[in-house]
């Protein structure tokens, strides 16, 4: 397939897509988390870029990973599936800013690791965390295949201050 019959969307933070083949979709994550969910049979799918675990208000936002699963049970009941038809991957949850986080509360990336996991549970997706890439201080960047499901996934770990901002030595 050439990239003419793709259609490609780029995640920013917050943003969340569910399609069809072709669809590929892109993003890059820090203490974000991405769930990928493919359903092999159908080849139909989505990722989400969630920024924060829980939401604060009545207000949904795909930014949190309440909403964004919520918008992926819309999408699978649309498309007539079901979350027990889809692989489910986790990518993201890094330490961007190790020397600041010596206090005892848990780190956002962890948080949002722990979040999405139990409601993907919750909702009925089986999760393979053999798959999964999360934790550490690692920034990561995806593409997702909606075709085939596969995702190729390059990250780079974090190193000093100037690489996280793009700076001298990145």
Excluded at 160 to 165: F, I, K, R
């Amino acid at each position: 397939m050439n990239t003419v019959d793709k259609q490609c969307v780029f995640l920013n933070p917050g943003e969340i897509t569910f399609g069809q083949a072709p669809l590929v979709v892109s993003t890059l994550l820090g203490s974000c988390v991405s769930a990928v969910i493919w359903n092999p049979y159908r080849q139909i799918g989505g990722m989400c870029h969630v920024v924060l675990p829980e939401k604060h208000g009545d207000a949904c936002d795909n930014k949190y990973a309440e909403c964004a699963i919520e918008y992926f049970l819309r999408n699978i009941y649309i498309f007539n599936s079901n979350p027990i038809d889809y692989q489910v991957r986790l990518f993201g949850g890094g330490n961007m800013f190790p020397q600041f986080n010596r206090e005892v509360n848990e780190k956002i990336g962890d948080r949002n690791i722990k979040t999405m996991c139990r409601l993907l549970k919750e909702v009925g997706f089986n999760l393979n965390n053999d798959l999964d890439d999360v934790g550490g201080i690692s920034y990561r960047r995806l593409t997702f295949y909606v075709s085939t499901g596969e995702v190729i996934l390059k990250s780079k770990e974090i190193q000093t201050q100037a690489e996280l901002y793009g700076g001298e030595n990145a």
